[in-house]
């Protein structure tokens, strides 16, 4: 009995913690490519020409990019058509602010949409322009 | 005297540097200042099963696996307009205390790394492993995002807007 009740304690430790990430599931996404922390922080307007340098400086930098679809939801890029690179990956900086289709794997975790770019299907170039708003964002220059 | 001293205690901590940290806050809708104990992983594979030797060699974005099971994309350190996988990737699979901000946006999760310390060690090192290395690599500078060889060579290029030919007005 206690081997038993060890045993089913054991199991629990192992199994993957239960509701945590969602199955993979298989998506196609539309939006615009763009840099996670001034996107979600809000610190300043971060979308289309406006923030288009800053969005280099971020991807230089190393902070990821995630794509913001038409419906505000973001999904932080992992990896892009075999490439694992996600840290000032060169392609990603070519491609900021940048509207795209892109098809790949979901996987929701804990708050995250992580995204796993199979095949960019469609890239549009940069067509948000907000520069006549916003001028440079931040700092004017 | 005991009074006394407690007045002193801010001064003494500042002017020594102090070991102690505490999350500064950014006045970010969502934001929690946190200490976070958790264990340094590779987010591709924690989120995906794709593993590479030592979390992608900072190649791919880190994160922070708590006891709990709840994973925090580590995606900001305190050098401005810089990730934090150079102040995490010499921890990757052991664990490590952060001191920083964590913004849960409805949106989208994040954390801010701010400053940190492995297990075991006794000082809490401020998140600026991005610009010791930058420096290393291309000398000081005031505002490295302006002087990055990388970064002036894309906006020589393409210009501040991303589309050539469109400058700012006068």
């Not at chain 1, 000032?88 to 602010?97: G, L």
């Not at chain 2, 099971?69 to 050098?79: E, F, I, Q």
């Not at chain 2, 052991?94 to 949106?107: H, K, Q, S, Y």
Request: proline residues 5%; hydrophobic residues 45%.
């Amino acid at each position: 009995m206690n081997r038993l009740v060890m045993a089913i304690f054991g199991l629990v430790l192992v199994l993957p913690w239960p509701g945590r990430a969602t199955a993979a599931q298989r998506v196609q996404v539309t939006g615009e490519i763009v840099d996670t922390w001034c996107a979600i922080t809000g610190i300043m307007y971060g979308f289309g020409t406006a923030h288009h340098q800053c969005a280099v400086w971020c991807a230089v930098g190393g902070i990821p990019v995630s794509i913001m679809d038409d419906a505000g939801n973001y999904y932080m890029v992992l990896k892009i058509e075999g490439d694992d690179r996600s840290v000032a990956d060169p392609r990603i900086v070519e491609i900021q602010t940048h509207r795209v289709t892109v098809d790949g794997t979901l996987i929701e975790r804990d708050g995250v949409k992580y995204l796993i770019v199979d095949q960019v299907a469609d890239d549009r170039g940069i067509v948000n322009m907000t520069h006549d708003e916003y001028g440079i964002q931040p700092f004017g220059e | 005297m005991r009074l006394r001293v407690l007045l002193w205690l801010p001064l003494l901590l500042l002017l020594t540097g102090g070991n102690a940290f505490a999350a500064q806050k950014w006045g970010i809708p969502h934001e929690k200042p946190v200490i976070l104990r958790g264990q340094v992983v590779d987010l591709l594979c924690v989120a995906a099963g794709d593993c590479a030797p030592d979390c992608g060699a900072g190649r791919r974005q880190l994160g922070l696996l708590t006891a709990e099971g709840t994973l925090y994309p580590a995606v900001k350190s305190n050098v401005f307009f810089a990730g934090a996988t150079l102040d995490l990737l010499p921890y990757c699979g052991r664990e490590v205390t952060v001191d920083g901000l964590v913004i849960e946006n409805p949106a989208m999760t994040l954390l801010f790394v701010q400053s940190l310390r492995g297990s075991g060690e006794a000082e809490w090192k401020p998140a600026r492993a991005f610009i010791e290395d930058w420096e290393t690599r291309n000398g000081p500078a005031r505002e490295w995002w302006r002087e990055d060889p990388k970064v002036k060579a894309v906006i020589a290029r393409d210009g501040v807007f991303g589309i050539p030919g469109l400058e700012p007005a006068d």
